[in-house]
């Protein structure tokens, strides 16, 4: 009896249900309140594939009262494999016919998920869609709306842009794909430690439609710990996978000193910011040699040059613009 059940939560969640997938690694503090929200959507059929990525806090014992959940599934990683690699355990167990992420310390608003399905059924060409999201600090104070990369008609005109802005900035917590998509692309690339998702919706965007929803339906919580080093490290990684893009795609070729300019770009600004003026030297004049047109790089060099007395007083002055913008 049980199994025939099973065969009819697959039947139903493979003609218009959504899985959604949440990883945890050691985020017991969250991941009870992400599989709350998730299921709290008012939208069937529904299940949701939790993947404990190896974690050594209390995150098990966290999830293990959702289990007795019908619409629950909890697969664990005996040892940390990363982000990557536990969100294709959870692709590859799926059954929705549309697969949506959601970070164990984000949220989605009501309505998010029926928001989703409604415009892919609505576009059967678009493989992957998207909404803007409100970023948030762990206390809930109000960072400001993000604005994601906006696609157009143009497939081709959008994968360059994507391309070369690596990516685009679309948070995973925001993302619903088709499923179907993942047996056309494949799934995130596990030798990516950090931004794997950018990766991956280039690679969507190179063989699908991808679309914008301009609701904001998500809440991005930004953590102090994820700004800083991690800028620098997300875009060496962004850089690493410039040259397999480039050979899945050899159109993207003539975009590729584009694409560089801007990652060096972003690492120099962002070490400039940690008070690593060499580093950020170097940084800005490997950008200028991929694309000395990128106007953005001058100013950022000229301040690389600037006494530090001098850069910590014109610092502590934008922070204190940006605080006063704050609600």
Known sequence: MRATGERQTRRLLSDGGVSVIITCYNDAEYVAGAI????????????????????????????????????????????????????????????????A??????????????????????????????TRARLVTPEGRDLGITHPFSPTDDRRATLRRLFIQGGGGIPPSTVMVRRE?????????????????????????????IA???????????RPNSLGANAVRGAEYTIASTEELVRQFPELAPLRGKRLARLYLQIGVAQLKRGNRREARRALWAALRH???????????????????????????KRKRRTARLP
Request: glycine share 4%; charged share 25%.
């Open 36 to 99: 709350e929200n998730a299921l709290a959507q008012e939208y069937t059929p529904l299940e949701v594939i939790i993947v404990d990525d190896g974690s050594t806090d209390e995150s098990v014992q966290v999830i293990a009262p959702y289990t007795t959940d019908p619409r629950v599934r909890v697969i664990r990683h005996h040892e940390n494999r990363g982000l990557p690699a536990a969100r294709n355990t959870a692709i590859r167990q799926a059954h929705g016919e549309y697969i």
């Open 101 to 130: 992420f959601l970070d164990a310390d984000d949220r989605w608003l009501p309505g998010k998920v029926a928001a989703q399905v409604a415009f892919l059924r609505a576009h059967p060409t678009v493989g992957m869609c998207y």
């Open 181 to 209: 998509v993942f047996d056309v692309v494949g799934l995130f690339n596990e030798r990516l430690r950090m931004r794997q998702d950018r990766e991956l919706w280039t690679r969507i965007a190179a063989q699908f439609a």
């Open 212 to 222: 914008r929803l301009d609701e904001a339906l998500a809440l991005k919580t930004q």
């Open 291 to 317: 694309d000395p047109f990128l106007a953005q790089t001058y100013p950022a060099l000229i301040l690389s040059f600037l006494p530090r007395s001098l850069m910590e007083r014109i610092s502590a002055t």
